[in-house]
């Protein structure tokens, strides 16, 4: 499973779509490796390293 890290209108940082912004990856990696994803059947993981998006 992959989701797309954006920015919305406001400059901050979005997991997917409806992800509540945050102001910093650092951020959004601290509170998804502290809270487990909201999507059906997905095991708790945590983002090790990047994926620069020329690979997706």
Same mark, same amino acid.
């Given at each position: &499973?992959? &989701? $797309?890290?954006?920015?919305?209108?406001?400059?901050?940082?979005? #997991?997917?779509? @409806? !992800?509540?912004? @945050?102001? !910093?990856?650092? =951020?959004?990696? $601290?509170h @998804?490796?502290?809270? $487990? #994803?909201? %999507? $059906?059947?997905? =095991?708790? &993981?945590?983002?090790? =390293?990047? %994926?620069? %998006?020329? #690979?997706?």
């Amino acid at each position: &499973m992959h &989701m $797309r890290i954006q920015r919305n209108d406001n400059g901050q940082y979005i #997991l997917g779509q @409806f !992800s509540r912004p @945050f102001d !910093s990856i650092p =951020e959004m990696i $601290r509170h @998804f490796c502290l809270n $487990r #994803l909201p %999507v $059906r059947g997905a =095991e708790h &993981m945590c983002l090790i =390293e990047p %994926v620069i %998006v020329q #690979l997706l």
